[in-house]
């Protein structure tokens, strides 16, 4: 009788197999079952995301154009900052400020140091760029606000994710709109601006999803409309094409997720590398 062993000589030949060799054979043994409520919740945080570039694009804008002066900006998000500093307390009852040990005054005074820090440089942000093209400053905004999408961490466990470059990305997006708009004060409110929505905004966001998922669900939604009211404002056309891409990425692609996930067919057999299950720790010492 044939034995799946190779260190014993037996009359087959070396590529034999009997009938036996296909019964060990598993389909889909680590296939995860996904439910459309669950990828929809999920899928929030691409669209918090997106809507956060919609709106530092078009408060950018705004500026440019004349429509909002630094001041309003500066006041709304220093409003702004303050009330989300005292809900990311609040959220968990300061748990998570006690663990991380890290006091209030700190906290002011790494803000005062970021702000002092970058109203000195601001003219130095404002003629960055003088000596390098409107449109080539367009296009690597562009090109640093997608990379900052790409490698933003939504929550997967994958290669490609990397929050520092990811910031680092739309920071320098930041700077290069900041060196076109008419003043220095402009460059200076609109990188504190930045600061806030890519780098404080997603710590809230993260923090309201696992403490609060209903208020999460809330927030995402109110921030989605009131980026596509904004961007009415613009262009209606690009309002419509935005809705569109976030019902898109909020409903559509769930729902073709989990109709893939019914014609995946992965085997697993005795053909597969053999893992090593027991602790060898022991032979390291």
């Given at each position: ?37 669950a990828v ?14 919609c ?20 006041g ?37 140091v ?38 933003f ?19 320098f ?16 409110v609109?990188?504190?601006?930045a ?25 995402t ?13 613009v262009?209606?056309v ?18 073709c ?11 697993h ?10 602790d ?6």
């Open positions: 009788r044939w034995q799946k062993v190779l260190y014993e000589r037996q009359p087959f030949p070396d590529n034999y197999v009997d009938q036996r060799f296909l019964e060990e054979l598993r389909k889909n043994v680590h296939a995860r079952q996904y439910r459309y409520q929809v919740f999920q899928s929030g945080a691409v669209v918090q995301q997106l809507c956060s570039v709106v530092f694009v078009l408060t950018w804008w705004y500026m440019d154009a004349g429509m909002l002066s630094p001041q309003g900006l500066f709304a998000a220093l409003v702004s900052s303050l009330l989300g500093y005292v809900l990311f307390d609040a959220v968990d009852g300061g748990a998570g400020r006690w663990a991380s040990g890290r006091t209030r005054w700190a906290d002011l005074k790494s803000t005062l970021f702000t002092a820090f970058t109203y000195g440089f601001s003219p130095v942000l404002k003629t960055l760029t003088e000596s390098i093209s409107t449109d080539t400053i367009y296009a690597m905004s562009a090109l640093m606000l997608l990379g900052h999408l790409i490698f961490d939504y929550g997967a466990n994958a290669a490609i994710v990397s929050s520092t470059l990811s910031l680092n990305m739309a920071i997006a930041s700077v290069c709109l900041a060196s076109r708009l008419p003043r220095s004060l402009h460059a200076f609109m990188v504190t601006f600061m806030q929505i890519f780098a404080l905004w997603p710590m809230l966001q993260k923090k309201l999803k696992a403490r609060t998922p209903r208020c999460y669900v809330g927030v939604v109110l921030f989605a409309l009131a980026a596509l009211a904004a961007l009415a404002t262009s209606s690009g309002a419509v094409l935005f809705a569109s891409l976030l019902l898109a990425i909020s409903c559509l692609c769930p729902y997720l989990i109709r893939l996930q019914l014609l995946k067919d992965n085997i057999g005795p053909w597969d590398e053999a893992e090593i299950k027991e060898l720790s022991r032979f390291l010492m």
